[in-house]
Every structure is written in C-alpha cells, then in structure tokens.
C-alpha cells in the first residue's frame, strides 16, 4: 500500500509496543461507525466520485474501508507479533 510508511511515521508513531497505534486506530473506527449509523437505508446506495477507482456508493466506500481495515490490523498483529 503506497504511502502507508510515510502516514505511520507522521501520524501515527505507536511507540515499542504499538499501542498508541493501536489506539488511534480504534477511536478513528468508533468514529466512522457513529457517522455510519445515522446512514439511512436509501443513502448506502448514494453515488459519489473516489479520487482513484471513480463512482462508488456509500456501501461499496465502507466495503472498501473494512478490506483496507483488515489490512491494517494485520500490520498491527504482525508488530505485535
């Protein structure tokens, strides 16, 4: 994933274990989530423009987030490890 070292190095240095990482992370997501909940159910099929991919609706953004996600905790998981 292209710039991810230079976003981490900014952004989100976590320290010997990860933690702060870990915990910027989780108040990001519980951000989103709270916006995501006040989504109506006509509005998830709402198209806007992706500066990369082009359209997408609300629900293929957050598909997409949730793959990118994943990607990240298991960056998480393998410093950890």
Wanted: net charge negative.
């Amino acid at each position: 994933w292209r710039g991810d070292q230079a976003w981490v190095d900014r952004f989100a240095p976590g320290g010997p274990d990860g933690a702060g990482s870990l915990a910027r992370f989780r108040i990001l997501r519980d951000s989103l989530l709270r916006v995501l909940a006040t989504v109506e159910d006509a509005e998830w099929e709402r198209i806007g423009i992706h500066a990369e991919v082009g359209e997408l609706t609300v629900r293929q953004m957050v598909e997409r987030i949730v793959d990118h996600d994943r990607g990240h905790l298991d960056q998480i998981r393998r410093a950890l490890a």
